[in-house]
């Protein structure tokens, strides 16, 4: 099963009702700035190649960000954040994100988030989040023989990331290890899969931007050390 049938799949996924209420009702409510759209109001698909060798994990999809645009971190002030920085460590073709056929290209990251549906208050619950675990465990499962670096943003993040990487088949360290901006753990080598760099980031949201607890140049740090980890 490769990347493409599994986000047909979950792009059906409505086991949770809040969500699924939530990202309808988003849609049925435009802003005035967004009133020609059709939004996307289902669950958002990772975003990259395949052979991706390195990940970049999110929170959730933004409700007239991912939500409306159908692609993760695209058109929200999160993503113009992350993808300018992706850019700039050349892994985009460009600094901008509008829609999913925009054309760009990211070259061996894949975008992704643990929760696959806009929440409110961007604030998946505990149940949510186990919920939506299998469709990152199949991701990452699926780029498991060529992933070779992750970058998890945002505390969140590093928490649904590793019982998802766990129970992908890789070996995670029990107590879990603690986030934090540059926190970084090498899952060990097995099954034929290289070494895993998991490296933490502040999450790009406004809320850590605009108060410069994440500047830009912080986050370039973090991408730069994780494309090399990942030969990229
Ligand atoms: O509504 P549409 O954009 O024409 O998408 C058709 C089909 O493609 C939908 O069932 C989900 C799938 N899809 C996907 O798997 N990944 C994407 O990034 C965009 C669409
Ligand atoms: Fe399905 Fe995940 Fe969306 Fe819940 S958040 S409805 S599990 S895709």
Redesign the pocket.
């Known amino acids: 099963r490769g990347l ?1 049938e599994l ?2 799949y ?3 996924c409505r086991a949770c009702p809040r969500l699924v209420a939530w990202r309808e009702q988003v849609a049925a409510n435009r802003r005035p700035a967004f009133q020609d759209w059709e939004y ?1 109001a ?1 669950p ?2 990772g ?1 990259g190649p395949p052979d991706a060798s390195l990940a970049i994990v999110g929170l959730a999809p933004a409700a007239h960000g991912g939500n409306r645009t ?2 993760m971190f695209t058109g929200d002030a999160s993503g113009d954040f992350l993808f300018a920085a992706l850019h700039a460590v050349g892994l985009a073709s460009r600094p901008t994100a509008t829609h ?2 925009d054309g760009l290209e990211l070259y061996g990251v894949r975008v992704t988030a643990p929760v696959h549906c806009a929440p409110p208050q961007n604030r998946p619950t505990p149940g949510e989040r186990d919920t939506c675990r299998p469709w990152l465990t199949a991701e990452l499962g699926i780029l498991a023989p060529g992933l070779r670096a992750v970058v998890a943003l945002g505390a969140f993040s590093w928490q649904a990331l590793l019982p998802a990487l766990g129970a992908a088949g890789w070996r995670v360290p029990r107590p879990l290890p603690v986030f934090g901006h540059g926190a970084r753990v090498t899952l060990p080598a097995a099954d034929g899969r290289p070494d895993l760099e998991i490296l933490g980031s502040y999450h790009p949201s406004q809320r850590n931007t605009f108060t410069g607890r994440l500047t830009f140049d912080m986050l370039v740090e973090v991408l730069d050390r994780a494309a090399e980890a990942a030969g990229l």
């Open positions: 493409g986000d047909a979950l792009t059906q996307w289902r958002v698909p975003f159908g692609r999913r056929d």
